[in-house]
């Protein structure tokens, strides 16, 4: 069974600093382009920063800069250092792998999501 779990969320003041962790099934970690979504209240979920199998990043105008997306592939394990935060990063945080299943031998793929159940940060003095 594939698992995302998050952690590392909490309350923090503006200007502070939190990091968050994705532990992630071992199966499908080095095969998965892994990002970080969020999702504040009355707000649909957006993206905040992804990162490919090689290591490559992207991330939301909002949070360039602020944040930074990294993973360990021994440890099968994303994180999210996130500095400078502001209020309106307060979201609950969610953890998604795409994993790229090979279902022939051509060597095709399917992209499958797998979420987690979120980490809420909120920042507020």
């Known amino acids: 069974q594939v698992q995302l779990v998050e952690s590392g969320g909490g309350a923090v003041q503006p200007g502070g600093s939190l990091r968050l962790s994705c532990a992630a099934s071992?199966?499908?970690?080095?095969?998965?382009?892994m990002g970080w979504y969020r999702q504040a209240p009355g707000k649909e979920r957006e993206l905040v920063a992804t990162?490919?199998?090689?290591?490559?990043?992207n991330y939301a105008d909002s949070v360039k800069g602020r944040f930074t997306i990294s993973r360990d592939n021994v440890k099968n394990t994303m994180y999210l250092q996130m500095n400078s935060l502001k209020p309106e990063d307060t979201a609950v945080y969610y953890c998604?792998?795409?994993?790229?299943?090979?279902?022939?031998?051509?060597?095709?793929?399917?992209?499958?999501?797998?979420w987690g159940e979120g980490t809420l940060v909120t920042v507020s003095s």
């Open positions: 998604n792998a795409k994993f790229h299943k090979v279902i022939n031998v051509e060597g095709a793929t399917r992209t499958m999501d797998y």
């Open positions: 990162i490919t199998t090689s290591g490559g990043t």
């Open positions: 071992r199966s499908i970690f080095s095969n998965s382009a």
